[in-house]
Structure formats: structure tokens, C-alpha cells
């Protein structure tokens, strides 16, 4: 473990946005967590986990210690004939851990196939696609209490789950470092088709699912199809959550568009059923898919992604999109929430 200081953090984040940590360090054994929690570098400076960088957005240089955290493996801790328990570090890369799984033939998280980002960023956000979502496999966190130093085990109930939300990013926000997670999958037949999108995919592909690895492989083609590979160009997936109303803001906006997509969902966090709007088919509408502003933009197949076109500042890409939750709030009288994090 090297400390470094002015650290360039260019390469860990998928923007691609040009920012320095004022101290640097990168971790790759759980062992070693000890000994970070020790430095004065870290115990006198803010703190920043950083994983795959596809969740956040640097708009100013971090005047803290950034830890990249490196902390890989996968582990069997129990298998049956029914199902099978599955530990995998924080440090791992997400879609890495699906492709372990469908490989061996495992249901549980093939509808979250080709989210970026790490394992350990996983349950933050309680991150899920296409009909699924992380708690729903989900056993338990394993974490350090940043003060302390203490390791504790949160079950999913303690997760206090919600839509892209949990316990880490509210009450415990910057409390615990997480190093691994638990998942329950089955090993009998568990298909999860109930999302439209996916279902007219594999009826334009003609493709029969007799496994999970058909399931992760249609999820991966749409999620391609719609986002650009932030390599080629800088961005960090979908900018905004989607919206939820009550039934009555739904009708009110139906008198106005008529056309307006909508889901109904539960949600355990609120009391009823309520309507979830596609927060794209929103900014759409307000003219912002496919326009460039200098080095910034939307992208022309989704317009949840802001871009950088090159050389853009996290500045740049903020004002965006504080200028599209403007026009939004203006146009439909709903307020957007970015999923990004913003540094």
C-alpha cells in the first residue's frame, strides 16, 4: 500500500473528467484495511471510495484521500441442490460477477448483466435493470465502520433497500467502507422475462431462454445497443432516476400528454402502488436527446446519459444537467434526481 499525493484521476472515472486527489492510495487486501484506517493522511483528510468510477462525477479537484479499492475474489460458502451462497469482494467488477455466475448456470442476477461499476457499489444503490434488482438476491454486506475500524455484517432488512437507495447512501453515508457481499441464487429455473423491453428483444431475436446465460446475454445486447462504451465516450450510464408519482399527478400530466409512458410499481418504501416515469422520455421531450453544448452533451439513444465530448470539466457537465432538470421542472412540474454522485 503506497501512499501518493496529487494523485491524476483522470483514468478512474468514466467521464474521463480531468481532477487530482490530494492523496491516493490504492488497497487490495482486506488485511491491509487495518493499516489505512491508521494513516493521518486518512484520518485527518475526507474521504473518498472509489471503485470502477461509473457513479460519479468529479467537478472540482479532491482536496482528500481517494482509495481505489482493489479487493478481489469470489467464494462458495454453501451450495445445495436448490440454491447456492455466493461471497464475492467489493473490489470485483460487477459484470464479472454475473458472467461467474450465468456461466455455472446460477438465476438470481442475470437481468443486471453489463451494469458498470464494481461489486462494492452494488448495494449502495441497490442497483438493478430490466425487472430485477440487487436485494432481491441479496444476503448480506460485509463493512468496516470507518471511525472505529470495526467490521460488521448487515443483513438485507438493515440495508434498508429502496429505488436506488439504501442505508450507505443516507443515514451511513460515508461510515463504512464495504468489502464483500453475500448473494442467494437458485439453481432451479428462475426466469425473470416481465420487463417489455427485454420481452420484445427476445421475440425480435427469436431467442428461446433455456438458461441464464440467454437472459444476461439479451441484457447485454440492449444495455450496448443504448450506451456508449465510456472508452470511446466519456459517461457514467443513466445521469437521473426515474420519477414516481401518485396516481392523480398522472392524471393531471395525461391531460397534457397523453402519450406519457408510464409503470406502476410497489415500492416497500412508500404506502400503495405507485407510477414510475421514464425520467428519458422526459428530458426527450424538452429537446436535450442527441444536442452538444461545446464539449458536453446527451446522447442520441438515450437521454438519461450526459456525454463528454472531450475535454470537458465536471463543471460543464453539472451545469447540463442542472439546465435539464430546469427545463423539466418548468415543462412537467417534476424534479429530477440525479443517480450520479457528484464530488
Known amino acids: 500500500m503506497i501512499l501518493k499525493k496529487d494523485y491524476d484521476l483522470t483514468s478512474l472515472n468514466t467521464f474521463g ?12 487486501q482486506e488485511i491491509d484495511i487495518p493499516e489505512l484506517f491508521q494513516l493521518k493522511e486518512f484520518k485527518d483528510n ?33 451450495e445445495n441442490d436448490l440454491y447456492v ?3 464475492s469482494k467489493s473490489g470485483e467488477m460487477w459484470h464479472d460477477l454475473v458472467l461467474f455466475v450465468v456461466d455455472r448456470g446460477w438465476w438470481g ?23 430485477a434488482e440487487l436485494k432481491n438476491t441479496l444476503e448480506n454486506v460485509e463493512a468496516y465502520d470507518i471511525e472505529s475500524g470495526d467490521k460488521r455484517i448487515f443483513t438485507r432488512e438493515e440495508c434498508e433497500f429502496g429505488y436506488r437507495d439504501s442505508i450507505f447512501k443516507n443515514k451511513l453515508k460515508d461510515k463504512y467502507f464495504i468489502t464483500s457481499i ?8 428462475n426466469k425473470n422475462l416481465s420487463y417489455k423491453v427485454l420481452q420484445n428483444y427476445l421475440e425480435e431475436n427469436k431467442i428461446s431462454v433455456e438458461n441464464p446465460r440467454d437472459v444476461s446475454d439479451a441484457v447485454t445486447g440492449i444495455r450496448k445497443n ?3 462504451d465510456p472508452k470511446v465516450i466519456g459517461n457514467a450510464g443513466s445521469f437521473f432516476k426515474n420519477i414516481f408519482v401518485e396516481q392523480e399527478k398522472l392524471k393531471k400530466l395525461q391531460a397534457v400528454w397523453s402519450d406519457i409512458p408510464f409503470f406502476k410499481e410497489d415500492l416497500p418504501t412508500q404506502a400503495g402502488e405507485v407510477i414510475k416515469i421514464p425520467s428519458g422520455w422526459l428530458i426527450e421531450q424538452c429537446g436535450f436527446k442527441g444536442k452538444r453544448f461545446g464539449n458536453v452533451g446527451v446522447h442520441d439513444k ?20 442542472i439546465q435539464i432538470i430546469d427545463a423539466v421542472r418548468e415543462k412537467f412540474d417534476l424534479i429530477l434526481v440525479p443517480e450520479v454522485n457528484l464530488i
Open 17 to 28: 473528467i480531468s481532477a487530482n486527489a490530494k492523496f491516493f492510495v490504492e488497497i487490495n
Open 46 to 78: 475526507k474521504k473518498l471510495f472509489l471503485g470502477g468510477g461509473s457513479n460519479v462525477l468529479f467537478t472540482e479537484d479532491y482536496d482528500g484521500i481517494v482509495i481505489l479499492n482493489k479487493i478481489k475474489g469470489i467464494e462458495i460458502l454453501k
Open 85 to 87: 451462497l455466493l461471497k
Open 109 to 131: 442476477i442475470e437481468n443486471l448483466a453489463y451494469i458498470p461499476g464494481t461489486v462494492g457499489a452494488a448495494p449502495m444503490q441497490n442497483i438493478g435493470a430490466y425487472g
Open 182 to 189: 453475500t448473494l442467494k441464487l437458485s439453481k432451479v429455473e
Open 226 to 228: 443504448k450506451l456508449s
Open 302 to 321: 438515450q437521454a438519461l446519459v450526459l456525454v463528454n465530448h472531450g475535454g470537458a470539466t465536471g463543471k460543464e457537465i453539472k451545469d447540463l444537467a
